[in-house]
């Protein structure tokens, strides 16, 4: 999330450049900017800090001097729009942000593996020496994020004992996940051809 972005929408603009063509509109925007920012599952402390932002940006406009230089219904959305977001961070600051458990997030995605346990295991040990996640994470801590994600119990003995099962296997194709991964791929796309 970009703390500036309230700033550089086209209210801000408008209210800026001492124009109100529209300017119910762009104010509509910008409080459905707001409520979005607010609801969505941006860190409370982004939103706190655009909003003040904002706030500070749009009380300097709101001087006495500028006030004089500016019609009266530009002065009226500039005080209905520093109402609003300092109401809205009175608000947001008296939430109690309660986070997310991991397992409920992994309950929603909802991927349950039907593959067996080798198979997932082959797949983290592909990742990993693909570099697919940067190369900060171990392959066993790979297969554990995957096991977790796709609701397989898994132990380190487990992942250990299979992947040396892996390396012991024909020396054709080790891998025989993925060659059905590729092959299964392929099929599907040579009949998808054949079809059109």
């Not at 066993?140 to 299979?162: P, Q, S």
Request: charged share 25%.
């Amino acid at each position: 999330m970009d703390i500036f972005s309230l700033t550089e929408t086209e209210f801000f603009r408008q209210l800026t450049e001492g124009k109100n063509d529209n300017l119910h509109i762009a104010y509509k925007d910008f409080v459905l900017q707001v409520s979005k920012m607010c609801c969505e599952h941006t860190p409370k402390g982004y939103v706190i800090t655009a909003l003040l932002y904002a706030e500070v940006e749009i009380a300097s406009i709101q001087t006495t001097q500028q006030r004089d230089e500016v019609n009266n219904v530009l002065a009226t959305f500039i005080s209905k729009a520093l109402n609003f977001v300092r109401q809205t961070l009175t608000h947001l600051k008296d939430l109690t942000v309660i986070p997310v458990q991991e397992d409920n997030c992994l309950q929603e995605i909802g991927l349950n593996w039907t593959a067996n346990k080798t198979a997932l295991i082959e797949l983290g040990y592909a990742f990993k020496v693909a570099k697919c996640f940067g190369t900060n994470l171990s392959a066993r801590e790979i297969v554990h994020k995957l096991a977790k994600v796709f609701n397989v119990e898994m132990t380190d003995n487990y992942i250990y004992k299979k992947y040396n099962e892996m390396r012991v296997r024909g020396r054709n194709s080790r891998a025989y996940f993925m060659d059905v991964l590729s092959t299964s791929l392929n099929d599907h796309m040579t009949n998808q051809d054949a079809e059109d």
